[in-house]
């Protein structure tokens, strides 16, 4: 069974920095691609950013957050990270990973498995 536990959110203030970290179990990680999305309720989710399977060297970001933002894995780890910097208030959401489907997937029909989310507050 393919479980995604994302962690590391919380309450940052405006201007600072958070990592989320994606645990994957029950699969092969390396294999797969690995996503970020965030989701304001009553909002779609919004794409944040892809990394490639294997050795993840290639990235892919969303607009809005493409100069602030860093994904990454550690295989042996079975974890990817989401590194965001410089949060402000609109960043306030859940952050979900999801494994990709393919390479630069920025839509949610090109995942398959889904983490629980993880919630990020920014304080001004």
């Known amino acids: 069974q393919v479980q995604l536990l994302e962690s590391g959110g919380g309450l940052v203030q405006a201007g600072g920095s958070l990592t989320l970290s994606c645990a994957a179990s029950?699969?092969?990680?390396?294999?797969?691609?690995m996503g970020w999305f965030r989701q304001i309720p009553g909002k779609e989710r919004e794409f944040v950013g892809t990394i490639t399977w294997g050795t993840g060297d290639r990235t892919w970001y969303g607009d809005s957050v493409k100069r602030r933002i860093t994904v990454s894995r550690d295989n042996a780890k079975s974890t990817d990270y989401l590194q965001m910097n410089d949060l402000n208030l609109e960043d306030k959401a859940g952050y979900y990973c999801?494994?990709?489907?393919?390479?630069?997937?920025?839509?949610?029909?090109?995942?398959?498995?889904w983490g629980q989310g993880t919630q990020v507050t920014v304080s001004s």
């Open positions: 999801a494994t990709a489907l393919e390479w630069g997937a920025k839509r949610e029909d090109q995942y398959r498995y």
């Open positions: 029950g699969l092969v990680f390396r294999s797969y691609g």
